[in-house]
């Protein structure tokens, strides 16, 4: 073990679940809480009690007469590679093939943007489960009956986020043990203002079929049904609900503010 001291400040930056477990194990946090772990508390502060999360869903997936998406198949041939070396341009120049972001202020009373749109000339259908399996969690099966089979075909994928979460969920340690992974509770949706707002940049986001751009492509969705939503009608209000509760991309935050108390400034970090 080593100490390491410093003169002025410390910046720590473990991430939105680290930074705030990292706090409490130090004894900065909800005063009960430590104690409850023999923790010695050094400054009673709302640590954790502000988990927020910018999620996304992907229930916007078009089908595009088109010859212009990012398939993997493309993007590994030797031509497109040597293309990108020789005049940085072609697909391989895509930002990972986000070419559009958009916002959407639903809520009129709020200074920004309530949703934003990341829309990308490719689909998770394309890498084979990686992104989707490995890095989201995504069990095979569902993968299988929304993706499967449109490897190397052409499609647009709008994911619709949320910018303006009002509900908020808060993380929570397990024991005074650094290894031991803290209590998440992300409390998704618990505010129907999240929900309202959601459903609604979902389904501006359908009107881009009826644009002239689209049209031009001869762009229409899926059709796939989500099977723990098939009760409902595809597209109605009920079956985009449905959705967004079934799936959804996280994008954890970790806020910082300096808040005064009595006798000094002190840094309030909660995540």
């Known amino acids: 073990m080593k100490t390491v001291s410093a003169r ?3 910046i720590l930056s473990a991430g939105s679940i680290g930074s705030p477990q ?48 990012i398939t993997e198949e493309k993007f ?15 697909i391989a120049a895509s930002p990972g093939a986000l070419e559009t972001i958009a916002f959407h202020k639903v809520n009129g009373k709020n ?29 095979k099966e569902l993968f299988d009956h929304l993706y499967g089979g449109l490897s190397g075909k052409c499609l647009v994928t709008c994911l619709v986020g949320l910018q303006q979460p009002q509900s908020r969920g808060r993380i929570t340690l397990r024991s005074y043990d650094p290894l031991e992974h803290p209590d998440i509770d992300p409390n998704y949706l618990f505010e129907k203002e999240d929900l309202h707002a959601w459903k609604e940049g979902v389904k501006l986001g359908l009107k881009l079929e009826a644009t002239s751009t689209f049209k031009r492509l001869d762009a229409h969705m899926t059709g796939r049904v989500l099977p723990p939503c ?16 079934h799936i959804q991309h996280t994008i954890l935050l970790v806020h910082a503010k300096w ?13």
């Open 8 to 10: 002025k400040e410390i």
């Open 230 to 245: 098939k009760q409902h009608s595809y597209l109605s209000d009920e079956y985009i609900e449905c959705y967004i509760r």
């Open 22 to 69: 990292l706090l409490m194990l130090s004894g900065i946090g909800p005063k009960k809480h430590l104690e409850k772990y023999k923790i010695p508390v050094h400054a009673d502060l709302p640590v954790g009690l502000n988990l927020q999360d910018h999620f996304h869903t992907d229930l916007l997936l078009w089908h595009v007469n088109s010859t212009e998406c």
């Open 111 to 139: 200074k920004a943007p309530d949703i934003q749109y990341h829309c990308v000339s490719s689909h998770y259908g394309n890498d084979n489960n990686f992104l989707f399996q490995q890095t989201f969690g995504v069990k």
């Open 259 to 271: 808040v005064q108390d009595q006798t000094n400034l002190l840094l309030w970090i909660h995540s």
């Open 76 to 90: 590994t041939l030797m031509s497109t590679q040597l293309q990108y070396s020789l005049f940085s341009n072609g």
